[in-house]
């Protein structure tokens, strides 16, 4: 972070893969290019459904409980924390770089703990005295199925299930009024025969003497296995570089939008395990038209599916521009100014038509908005010297301020004269307002850090790194909303001794060793502070009027959470490359876990504080 090395000068657990090394075939999200790729990174496809992000990861399994800010990692998309990185183009990713160890994560102090993946997008080819324009395209369309069942019987089987267990197990048969029996395969009506994908991405890149860039569209259908579930989204990306003043002005530009659809699946599988499949879908006799069983805990998941609606659309915007300043008269001195601003805004629709088996939420709609927006703002100074007898420095050094903002609400009702009222006018339910409930919200915090980091070595054979991060958080007590994360790692290129320049068999061999200090986050705002809340209503004066009290213990001391660790790593390559990796051992011991703990009352007015 915060500047490049050259692989053999890295002192640090880091892993690098480049797009000429990512996973082929079907690109579903772009953590799943790494999948199986680097030591330590633990990836899980937990779900097959297109609107779900589908992945749990973890850099060398967990280090913290759930009170801090989660187990992902922290990703950094060129330059920018970002909240999501479902919204880039696998496509457009050039490389992605995995800091795993605390020496190597510890620039980004708060919010390293769980490891840092640094994400390169596709940029334009560098400057060119002729224009240059090249045009690409990539594409891919795959299809699903559903490979095994549930391993429950089949309504042939389980109609001979007397027969088949020798008497052992009487099935109970729905016989309709004509005495026919039906077979319903339950699993069957709600997924698809096969769920199509396709994506398609176009680029363009183009270059002069003093400006290039890489502009590039893509468009994506996922369809999901179970029916009426689906994703669709289009995404914008745009990157450019630029040379000013005669070499002193270097301007980087980044620009990227996506708009999405989800549409849910609102069927339940477990009711389609389950359910007797002698039963039938349909019942025109009931309110909703669909068979309704009765005195078995069973509802009819296809009344669900059908009877339910339920999407979310949005917009993801994020935009930067870093401006570096070469100061000639010092060679190797640069001044850097960099702004990034991220913004997401979500909004969820459902609605509910008449469901047999669930009266209390019949003829309900709902929908939701929530907006979060990112301000980055950073000044960093480089240095890069090399000096006589084979010493060399890259110092960097700088200030980062980061501000968060959260606004949403909420609106659902019932009664509405007609289905086809919806969730377009909530307040056009009953009459009496009693099924009428709103909720908003709106919170901010803020982010600020003051960092350095000094890279040393000695004709590329000793290594040495050291940095340093003080960052302050709005979000925890007043008495310690400041934290202080060291690193300090070291490296011996044995490769490079003089008694191994005849060692054609040995291509790379690297010794390090490491320690950092890294911190998590708190999951959400104002934990540590008094809150008040609705604690219900009383007739007062002829009205009914709000109660209000304090909702939390506050906890002035709350701080972060502290992961130190240290790593002891060789890098090694043999035999012209041919077999290279990895070797890294560690240790971790976390302190000042977050946490809810019981405590007395008084003189505490709940029995839980969130504490370290």
Partial sequence: GYGSQKKKEVTGSVASVKAEDFNAGVKSSPVGLLQGKVAGLNIINTSSDPTQGGYSIQIRGFSTLDKGAGTAPLYIVDGVPVS????????????????????????????????VILITTKRGDGFSDQPNTQVEYSGYVSTAWVNSRTGMATPEQFVNLEAISGGKVVPTIYHNADGTTNMTNWMGELTRKAAITHSHNVAITGSHK??????????KNAEGIAKNNNRQEILAKLAAQQKALDGWLDLQYDFSYMHYRNDYFCG???????ANPTYPIYDPTTASGY?????????????????????????????????????????????NAFAAIEEGDNRDYWYNKVINSDEANSGKAGRKNSMSLSQLYEATVDYVHSFEGGHNLVGVAGFSYQNFLYDGSEMSNKGFPTDDAKYYQIGNGDASKKYLNVSSYRNSNTLAAAFARINYNYNEKYLLSVSLRAEGSSRFGKNNKWGWFPAVSAGWRIKGEEFMSDQDWCNELKLRVGFGITGNNLGSDLKSVAMLSNGGTFWYNGAWVYTYGVSQNVNPDLRWERKFEYNLGIDYAFLDNRLYGSLDAYIRDTKDLLWDYEVPTPPYQYSTLLAN
Avoid: C, H, W
Wanted: a negative charge; zero cysteines.
């Fill in 84 to 115: 999501s990185i479902d919204n880039i183009s696998p496509d457009e990713i050039a490389s992605m770089d995995v800091l795993k160890d605390g020496s190597a994560a510890a620039i980004y102090g708060t919010r390293g703990t769980n490891g």
């Fill in 210 to 219: 003093k400006f290039s860039y890489r502009a590039s569209v893509m468009y």
């Fill in 291 to 335: 068979f309704a069983p009765q005195g078995t805990g069973q509802s009819n998941p296809v009344e669900a599916m059908n009877q339910k609606e339920a999407y979310q659309d949005g917009n993801y915007f994020r935009g930067s521009i870093k401006a570096t300043v070469n100061i000639k008269a010092v060679e190797g001195l640069k001044v």
């Fill in 268 to 274: 339940d599988f477990t009711q389609a395990a389950i």
